[in-house]
């Protein structure tokens, strides 16, 4: 079973910056893509930004030149660097992996338990 856990959250004022960190518990599967998402209250789930085992990434145009993605092979762990936060960032963030046990195998996804940023103006 995989588990995702997130750490790093929480409030920060305007212009102010977090680091996100989550870590994954991968048993005997493969991370193909982690990244964050995220869904503040009233809003659908969006895409924050994403890295691709290739190493590419991909960024929400709202966040972009502002947070960085970045990851740790050897630790399972992906980093979301946030700077120049504001107040519209505020929501929950969560962490997402896409896991496979062989490569020519099925892929499945797993999500974290979310941590919370605040941004206040």
């Known amino acids: 079973q995989v588990q995702l856990v997130e750490s790093g959250g929480g409030l920060v004022q305007a212009g102010g910056s977090l680091r996100l960190s989550c870590v994954a518990s991968?048993?005997?599967?493969?991370?193909?893509?982690m990244g964050w998402y995220r869904q503040a209250p009233g809003k659908q789930r969006e895409l924050v930004a994403v890295?691709?085992?290739?190493?590419?990434?991909v960024y929400a145009d709202s966040v972009k030149g502002r947070f960085t993605i970045s990851r740790d092979n050897a630790k399972n762990t992906v980093y979301l660097q946030m700077n120049s936060l504001n107040p519209e960032d505020t929501a929950v963030y969560y962490c997402?992996?896409?896991?496979?046990?062989?490569?020519?195998?099925?892929?499945?996804?797993?999500w974290g338990q979310g941590t919370q940023v605040t941004v206040s103006s």
């Open positions: 997402y992996a896409i896991v496979y046990r062989r490569l020519e195998g099925p892929k499945f996804q797993y």
């Open positions: 991968l048993g005997d599967f493969s991370i193909n893509t």
């Open positions: 890295i691709i085992h290739t190493g590419n990434t």
